[in-house]
């Protein structure tokens, strides 16, 4: 992975057909009962936050949500109600997040020369995060928002620590990661039926040795995973009404 922020030209605008898999099939066991996704944050769940983010977004041509069976019907109906045009198809996951990427991917257009694979529980993704990350995999194949560590960081084993990596070097990835769909497609089918364990998505490229490009993210750029992560993403949204 470059550890490298690339930054788009101004004037620099892309074509290439772009679609957006949203993943939603996730169990939230961190959250002690609460759904997550259909939290609301001010009003508005925490998916069709996400949703709403893609569908403003000029990059964007289409949306595909993976989601839990039991949700896709509320989530179709959440997007038409709130006027979501963008998104083609709701379709059902898989146990693990790269089994409802892949299919996911395997839903999108034939004309997607592009795909943005978003988590659905990062409602607070804003339109230059997402047009960043989409030039960047336009000139390339592969790029991720990411921020610099704040933190120092420890290696640790069996409670003590081994070793403090260079923090200069430590970035934490977000989403959305943005892949050329050939690529993505043929490195996560690889992925998955050697089994391999992925955390994120650019680590199916990884291990291929394809580069993916660091775009800048964004700190607020959060994901929900405990109900005190709702709390931070409210005065989140406070602070950004305030400035407004």
């Known amino acids: 992975m470059t550890a490298l922020f690339t930054k788009p030209k101004s004037s620099e605008r892309n074509r290439l057909f772009c679609s957006a898999v949203i993943v939603a099939a996730g169990s939230g066991e961190r959250m002690r009962g609460i759904n997550k996704l ?5 009003g508005v769940p925490v998916l069709l936050r996400s949703i709403l983010a893609f569908e403003k977004s000029g990059c964007i041509d289409e949306i595909i949500v993976s989601a839990r069976g039991e949700e896709m019907a509320a989530i179709c109906e959440l997007a038409a109600k709130n006027g979501v045009k963008k998104l083609s198809k709701v379709i059902e996951g898989g146990e693990k997040r790269s089994d409802s990427v892949y299919k996911g991917l395997m839903e999108v257009s034939e004309k997607s020369v592009l795909t943005a694979i978003h988590d ?4 607070l993704v804003t339109e230059r995060v997402i047009e960043s990350a989409v030039l960047a995999a336009a000139r390339s194949e592969a790029a991720a928002p990411a921020v610099r560590v ?6 640790v084993s069996s409670g003590k620590v081994k070793d403090t ?12 990661q943005v892949f050329k769909t050939d690529v993505i497609k043929a490195a996560l089918t690889a992925a998955i039926k050697s089994g391999a364990e992925l955390t994120d998505d650019c680590m199916a490229l990884e291990r291929l040795g394809i580069p993916v490009v660091i775009t800048e993210g964004d700190y607020n750029n959060i994901k929900i995973t405990t109900p005190e992560d709702l709390a931070v993403a409210e005065a989140v949204l406070r602070g950004r009404e305030a400035r407004e």
Do not use: C, E, H, N
């Open 38 to 42: 259909f939290a609301k944050l001010d």
């Open 120 to 123: 659905g529980a990062r409602p």
């Open 150 to 155: 704040k933190d120092t960081i420890k290696t």
């Open 165 to 176: 990596p260079d923090r200069s070097l430590l970035y934490a990835v977000q989403t959305p």
